[in-house]
Nanobody, 121 residues
Framework: QVQLVESGGGLVLPGGSLRLSCAASGSIFGIYVMGWYRQVPGKQREVVAR???????NYADSAKGRFTISGDNAKNTVHLEMNSLKPEDTAVYYC???????????????WGQGTQVTVSS
């Protein structure tokens, strides 16, 4: 089993910054995807940013130029640096890991518990 623990959410003024962190623990053999998603009530969860195996990153259009994702496979951690935050960034943010748990296993996806980010004056 794999557990993800997030930290770093909170209340911030428009234009401010926050850094989200997520640490994975448990039986991890290999990491293929580390990412951040967000969800607001009544809407589907949407991708914010992801790191794909090999280091390639992709971002939602709304995050490009403002958010930066970084990860450390050796430490099983992923971070999201968010700058120039806007009220529309308000959401619950979830980290996501796609891993293998053994050399012969398939890939499994795991979610963090979610952390609230509120951008408001």
């Amino acid at each position: 089993q794999v557990q993800l623990v997030e930290s770093g959410g909170g209340l911030v003024l428009p234009g401010g910054s926050l850094r989200l962190s997520c640490a994975a623990s448990g039986s991890i053999f290999g990491i293929y995807v580390m990412g951040w998603y967000r969800q607001v009530p009544g809407k589907q969860r949407e991708v914010v940013a992801r790191i794909i195996s090999g280091g390639r990153t992709n971002y939602a259009d709304s995050a490009k130029g403002r958010f930066t994702i970084s990860g450390d496979n050796a430490k099983n951690t992923v971070h999201l640096e968010m700058n120039s935050l806007k009220p529309e960034d308000t959401a619950v943010y979830y980290c996501y890991f796609e891993v293998t748990i053994a050399s012969t296993s398939g890939r499994y996806g795991y979610w963090g518990q979610g952390t609230q980010v509120t951008v408001s004056s």
